[in-house]
């Protein structure tokens, strides 16, 4: 079994900063790319950013410049770093790795339950 587990939100004010982690955990062979998503109330998940195994990154465009993705491969964990939050950020975040489990051949996608960051004064 895989798991991954998000950590980090919370409720900050307008222009303060917040850091998610997620740790992937269970029988895993290798991770090859993982991301952030969010999705607000009445509206689609988006992708926020993404990094690959290589640690290229790709950005939404209204998180460039205050958003970072990093991780610890040892340690299987992705991490987001927002700076300058905007009341526009609260939603759900979740984490999504892309998984080859030990004895498979292939890569599955594999989700977070999520965690709320609420931007407010």
């Known amino acids: 079994q895989v798991q991954l587990v998000e950590s980090g939100g919370g409720l900050v004010q307008p222009g303060g900063s917040l850091r998610l982690s997620c740790a992937a955990s269970?029988?895993?062979?290798?991770?090859?790319?993982m991301g952030w998503y969010r999705q607000a109330p009445g509206k689609q998940r988006e992708l926020v950013a993404t990094i690959t195994s290589g640690s290229s990154t790709n950005y939404e465009e209204s998180v460039k410049g205050r958003f970072t993705i990093s991780r610890d491969s040892a340690k299987k964990t992705v991490f987001l770093q927002m700076n300058r939050l905007k009341p526009e950020d609260t939603a759900v975040y979740y984490c999504?790795?892309?998984?080859?489990?030990?004895?498979?051949?292939?890569?599955?996608?594999?989700w977070g339950q999520g965690t709320q960051v609420t931007v407010s004064s």
């Open positions: 999504k790795g892309g998984i080859r489990r030990v004895a498979s051949e292939y890569y599955s996608e594999y």
């Open positions: 269970g029988s895993i062979f290798s991770i090859n790319a």
